[in-house]
């Protein structure tokens, strides 16, 4: 077997788990994998995208801050008064 191009760590071969995303960055272009994965670079994502997740970000954390204010499943008081609350603030 050929391990020219294998990273070599102390005389033994290293174990390196990749996943699909990062074989595809890695495959595609070699560049774009470096930058992302190996130095933690993220290209900037477009306005719209960027606007979307912020929203699904926020519908999330009043999600799971209701949810944690519930003292059991079937008490909806929190919930009542958390829109009663937002509705009074428009």
């Known amino acids: 077997m050929d391990y020219s191009g294998a990273i070599v760590v ?4 290293a174990d390196v788990t990749l996943s699909f995303s990062e074989l595809k960055y890695a495959f595609e ?3 774009s994998f470096k ?3 190996l130095y933690g670079f ?3 994502i477009a306005e719209a ?3 979307g997740k912020g929203l699904h ?3 999330f954390e009043i999600h799971d801050r209701v949810l944690r ?3 059991s499943p079937t008490d909806r008081r929190p919930l009542s008064k958390f829109v009663t609350n937002l509705s009074h603030r428009a």
């Open 10 to 13: 102390m005389g033994a071969i």
């Open 29 to 31: 272009c070699p560049y």
């Open 35 to 37: 930058l992302r994965f």
């Open 42 to 44: 993220s290209p900037p």
């Open 49 to 51: 995208l960027g606007y």
């Open 57 to 59: 970000d926020a519908l």
């Open 69 to 71: 204010s519930l003292s």
